[in-house]
């Protein structure tokens, strides 16, 4: 079994190389599907009164852009990459990486309900932040812990999840039916420091120029509304 840096690392050196070199967009990976625009809000989304401050943990790929693409929204206080649903307490990089743990790389999001609402950060998870209906895999990266992911932690978190996620493939707003679970929140680990915040201080890295930078770029484009600097 290959050490997990080594593989985001060949991964890396991959897309660099084909960039470089071949000047294609695609290094043989399953084609991310494009959703229709302009991207539906969600049919039930209610406002959550009373509340100041909620949380929501989603999986979508490697979280280096994940992360980085919810930091960049109105309303959201922290983001914080880790690892969840799996059935290892505190696992490691290199564990989650081997896939055999359960977890998924994931996001921890803070954020204020009176500004942002739980439906419309899913609206930016399913549009922005990641491909939902590949399997167990987001562009160069596969294994099952870059599945797609929504660990709800309330029975309303639920029923907006699965409401939306029926909404938008009966509108067939993606050619592929829409592979994200839907399952219990059990426990969020944060990730070691040098993921935290990685996008941040790697901007010119060929995997973050290749498959992140693009996602806040497509944020400010088609959200204007709730993206921030």
Same mark, same amino acid.
């Given at each position: 079994? /290959?050490?997990?840096?080594?593989?985001? $690392?060949?991964?890396?050196?991959?897309?660099?190389? &084909?960039?470089?070199?071949?000047?294609?967009?695609?290094?043989?990976? =399953?084609?991310?599907?494009?959703? /229709?625009?302009?991207?539906?809000?969600?049919?039930?989304?209610?406002?959550?009164? @009373?509340?100041?401050?909620?949380?929501?943990?989603?999986?979508?790929?490697?979280?280096?852009?994940?992360?980085?693409? &919810?930091?960049?929204?109105?309303?959201? /206080?922290?983001?914080?990459?880790?690892?969840? @649903?799996? =059935?290892?307490?505190?696992?490691?990089?290199?564990?989650?990486?081997?896939?055999?743990? @359960?977890?998924? #790389?994931?996001?921890?999001?803070?954020?204020?309900?009176?500004?942002?609402?739980?439906?419309?950060?899913?609206?930016?998870?399913?549009?922005?932040?990641?491909?939902?209906?590949?399997?167990?895999?987001? @562009?160069?990266?596969?294994?099952?812990?870059?599945?797609?992911?929504?660990?709800?932690?309330?029975? #309303?978190?639920?029923?907006?999840?699965?409401?939306?996620? #029926?909404?938008?493939?009966?509108?067939?707003?993606?050619?592929?039916?829409?592979? $994200?679970?839907?399952?219990?929140? #059990?426990?969020?680990?944060?990730?070691?420091?040098?993921?935290?915040?990685?996008?941040?201080?790697? $901007?010119?890295?060929?995997?973050?120029?290749?498959?992140?930078?693009?996602?806040?770029?497509?944020?400010?484009?088609?959200?204007?509304?709730?993206? /921030?600097?």
């Amino acid at each position: 079994m /290959r050490s997990p840096r080594i593989g985001r $690392t060949l991964a890396i050196a991959a897309i660099g190389a &084909f960039l470089a070199w071949n000047g294609v967009r695609s290094i043989g990976a =399953r084609p991310a599907a494009e959703p /229709r625009y302009p991207f539906p809000k969600p049919v039930v989304d209610p406002l959550a009164t @009373g509340k100041s401050q909620e949380t929501a943990a989603l999986a979508g790929g490697c979280f280096w852009g994940v992360q980085a693409v &919810f930091e960049h929204l109105n309303g959201v /206080r922290s983001v914080t990459a880790g690892y969840a @649903g799996g =059935r290892v307490n505190s696992p490691s990089y290199e564990m989650v990486s081997s896939g055999l743990t @359960g977890h998924a #790389e994931s996001v921890s999001i803070t954020f204020d309900p009176s500004q942002i609402s739980y439906g419309q950060i899913l609206m930016i998870f399913f549009s922005v932040a990641h491909d939902p209906t590949q399997l167990n895999r987001q @562009g160069p990266d596969d294994g099952p812990q870059y599945r797609s992911a929504i660990f709800y932690s309330s029975e #309303e978190q639920k029923r907006i999840a699965a409401a939306y996620i #029926e909404q938008l493939d009966s509108a067939k707003v993606y050619p592929r039916k829409i592979a $994200t679970e839907v399952v219990p929140f #059990e426990a969020f680990f944060r990730a070691e420091d040098y993921h935290q915040d990685y996008l941040q201080t790697h $901007t010119d890295q060929p995997y973050i120029v290749y498959n992140d930078l693009p996602k806040l770029e497509h944020l400010k484009k088609q959200f204007p509304e709730l993206y /921030r600097k």
